[in-house]
């Protein structure tokens, strides 16, 4: 009951303590993994009695479990407690112009399904071909999993482009034809059966930097992608950095010198380039060119004249992005900054030497795998368990 002159979910109120209690237990072990009953107490400061009631209300919501006992000391083996891996489940996709990856994990962030569906596997009708791609990739991975769309709490959608806030339209993607619907999220909501995020690629290659890469406690950096398409997250005082109309970092129409203006504006169908500005001076496509027609862009940047040139671009684009935001670090990822490597960081330091600009940290990333699908997990899961540990 709650107390006189108060509702309940009032703050200080009995329950609202608890769920404050069963959330802190909760996140340690998402940080820890299994814990004992006395190290759980230690690291809340939980009295023995509390720290009891908590994990077994924990447990008889399914949210916890044992797992096995901690011997090895004195007295009886203690037993483990550990996040009920069933508790929820979660989608993250990566989109992108031929196809869509999927996968899903469990509460704890463990992959238990993926799949790959090409564009060409679908109709072609625009209208449909988006939800009909999302549906098969995420079922795919759910039949893997063993899973249905009733198991998902969340799914998060990673796509080069913004969501505008207004209107709820993609912007600047306008290679991804049939994804342009101010109705899209609702529309993959009702495929998928649970709330989806439409986040931007590149944003989410930043969270996952942040969560488990270079960007690992920095509040203010940038990510800068170089790809076939260039982009950057923006990222102050631990915030994303989105602009009014979701645009901010799309770097790739910068203009600077020695690139033509991208004209048109954010909706302009034009190559991959956008038309100009900094994409059209250090994509890959562009990178393979200065050396040839490079297949790749790590045998362009074998060339050391052509790694110079690279660099020196690169810095140009940098010194306008610092010269705004200010950021302690800038972490350069993508197809062309994994192809440089060390050497192309350095270089790009160099370049920076002697501006004057305050000089933050250059570090190429070294994540494993796909940073993007890495961020749309990082990003699921803390939307599902907000909702999923929520014992109030």
């Known amino acids: 009951m709650a107390a006189a002159g108060s509702t309940p979910g009032t703050p200080g109120t009995p329950s609202v303590l608890r769920a404050m209690n069963d959330r802190a237990v909760l996140d340690l072990l998402v940080a820890h993994g299994p814990l004992t009953r006395t ?3 230690e690291l809340t400061g939980l009295s023995k009695p509390t720290t009891s009631q908590l994990l077994g209300r924990l447990e008889a919501a399914g949210l916890v479990h044992t797992t096995g006992s901690l011997s090895g ?30 996968l899903v994990a469990d509460i704890t962030g463990t992959v238990i399904g993926q799949a790959r569906v090409e564009a060409e596997a679908v109709a072609e009708d625009v209208r ?16 893997q999993a063993g899973l249905g769309h009733d ?3 969340a799914a998060v959608i990673g796509t080069p482009g913004a969501i505008d806030p207004h209107t709820g339209e993609l912007r600047y993607a306008p290679h991804l034809p049939g994804w342009h619907s101010r109705t899209l999220r609702d529309d993959l909501a009702a495929v998928l059966g649970t709330p989806v995020d439409i986040e931007n690629d590149v944003n989410l290659a930043a969270v996952a930097e942040q969560y488990e890469g270079a960007a690992q406690d920095h509040d203010n950096y940038v990510l800068t992608w170089l790809d076939d398409g260039v982009g950057a997250a923006i990222v102050l005082g631990g915030n994303l950095l989105r602009g009014a109309t979701g645009g901010a970092g799309e770097i790739g129409y910068m203009p600077l ?5 991208a004209h048109g504006g954010p909706e302009a169908t034009r190559g991959p380039d956008g ?14 060119q200065l050396a ?49 490597g060390d050497k192309l960081c350095a270089r790009v330091e160099e370049e920076l030497t002697g501006l004057a600009l305050p000089r933050p940290q250059i570090r ?14 990082r990003s699921a899961l803390t939307r599902a368990r907000d909702q999923v540990f929520d014992t109030a």
């Open 275 to 288: 038309g100009g500005g900094f994409q059209s001076l250090v994509s890959a496509p562009v990178v393979r």
């Open 73 to 102: 000391r004195p007295g009886p083996n203690a037993l483990l407690y550990e996040i009920h891996p069933g508790a929820g489940h979660v989608a993250a996709l990566s989109a992108d112009p031929t196809g869509i990856t999927a």
């Open 364 to 377: 190429i990333s070294e994540l494993d795998g796909d940073p993007i699908l890495s961020g749309a997990l």
């Open 257 to 261: 010198p020695g690139a033509p203006l």
């Open 292 to 340: 040839g027609g490079a297949a790749t862009p790590a045998d362009a940047l074998a060339d050391d004249a052509v790694l110079a040139e690279v660099a020196r671009r690169l810095a140009t684009g940098i010194a306008a992005i610092v010269a705004v935001v200010d950021p302690e670090l800038v972490v350069l990822s993508g197809s062309v900054a994994r192809a440089g």
């Open 151 to 153: 198991d998902l709490r």
């Open 128 to 143: 449909h071909r988006t939800a009909q791609l999302v549906a098969e990739a995420v079922d795919a991975a759910l039949r």
């Open 39 to 41: 190290r759980i107490g």
